[in-house]
């Protein structure tokens, strides 16, 4: 959260927009975040399994699940 400052600083339209009063820069930052989520879910989903069957454990279904 204390990123979001410097990150709309960087983000001249975003504070153009924010001026004229279209929209809180806070909808762009909640907006942002909505949309990483099922690609962190993916990503985070991806390595576990991979690191589960490089470091040894059970191979079988059942350890598995």
């Known amino acids: ?3 979001i400052p410097s990150l709309f600083a960087q983000r001249p ?13 806070m909808v762009e930052a909640l ?3 909505l949309v990483d989520v099922p690609f962190t879910v993916i990503t985070v989903t991806l390595f576990v399994v991979v690191i589960y069957f490089v470091s040894g454990l059970q191979t079988s279904a059942w350890q598995f699940l």
């Open 1 to 3: 959260m204390s990123e």
């Open 13 to 25: 339209i975003v504070l153009r927009h924010a001026q004229a009063a279209m929209y809180h820069p």
């Open 31 to 33: 907006a942002m975040t």
